[in-house]
């Protein structure tokens, strides 16, 4: 289940994530506290831990997540504009999972924005003059015309 979804401000990347008041239904937080620890597995499998913090005093309680949060952006290489979206699942113990995934805008097909996972595009860090990206494009340009991957044919694009 979606708990929200969110555009990455300069705040976000350079500071702490800013979290949606409405999500905080989604988190238990000890009564009388003002954080709780979370484990986030990301599309890898890759488990992050992060703290999710709230005002002590004001109107509102103004959720963040903090500890954790800049290693992760660090990591994935994330930027301005990227978009997360943050979900928990719940095992069959009644555990929940919380999951991250971060997508980017990569280009314009056929007047359709893509986005690309963050973890499929090469490591930001690295020489690479572009991003090479794994399509995975369903896109019905008419009724009996489709482009893209099927399970016979598996495209690599490298966009420069």
Same mark, same amino acid.
């Not at 990206?133 to 694009?157: F, P």
């Given at each position: 289940?979606?708990?929200?979804?969110?555009?990455?401000?300069?705040?976000? *990347?350079? =500071? %702490?994530?800013?979290?949606? #008041?409405?999500?905080? $239904? /989604?988190?238990?937080?000890?009564?009388?506290?003002?954080?709780?620890?979370?484990?986030?597995?990301?599309?890898?499998?890759?488990?992050?831990?992060?703290?999710?913090?709230?005002?002590?005093?004001?109107?509102?309680?103004?959720?963040?997540?903090?500890?954790?949060?800049?290693?992760?952006?660090?990591?994935?290489?994330?930027?301005?504009?990227?978009?997360? *979206?943050? =979900? %928990?699942?719940?095992?069959? #113990?009644?555990?929940? $999972? /919380?999951?991250?995934?971060?997508?980017?805008?990569?280009?314009?097909?056929?007047?359709?924005?893509?986005?690309?996972?963050?973890?499929?595009?090469?490591?930001?860090?690295?020489?690479?003059?572009?991003?090479?990206?794994?399509?995975?494009?369903?896109?019905?340009?008419?009724?009996?015309?489709?482009?893209?991957?099927?399970?016979?044919?598996?495209?690599?694009?490298?966009?420069?």
């Amino acid at each position: 289940m979606e708990i929200f979804t969110k555009l990455l401000t300069k705040s976000d *990347i350079e =500071s %702490k994530l800013a979290v949606p #008041t409405t999500a905080l $239904q /989604y988190f238990s937080i000890p009564e009388g506290g003002h954080c709780t620890d979370l484990m986030v597995t990301d599309s890898t499998g890759q488990g992050w831990p992060f703290r999710l913090y709230i005002r002590a005093s004001g109107r509102y309680p103004k959720p963040l997540l903090t500890t954790g949060w800049l290693q992760f952006v660090r990591t994935k290489g994330l930027q301005v504009g990227d978009k997360v *979206i943050f =979900s %928990k699942e719940e095992e069959k #113990t009644g555990r929940k $999972q /919380y999951k991250i995934e971060v997508k980017r805008h990569t280009f314009v097909l056929f007047g359709k924005h893509i986005q690309a996972e963050v973890d499929q595009l090469v490591d930001p860090k690295s020489d690479t003059k572009g991003y090479q990206l794994e399509c995975d494009l369903s896109l019905r340009l008419s009724q009996n015309t489709k482009v893209g991957c099927s399970k016979v044919y598996e495209t690599k694009a490298l966009f420069i």
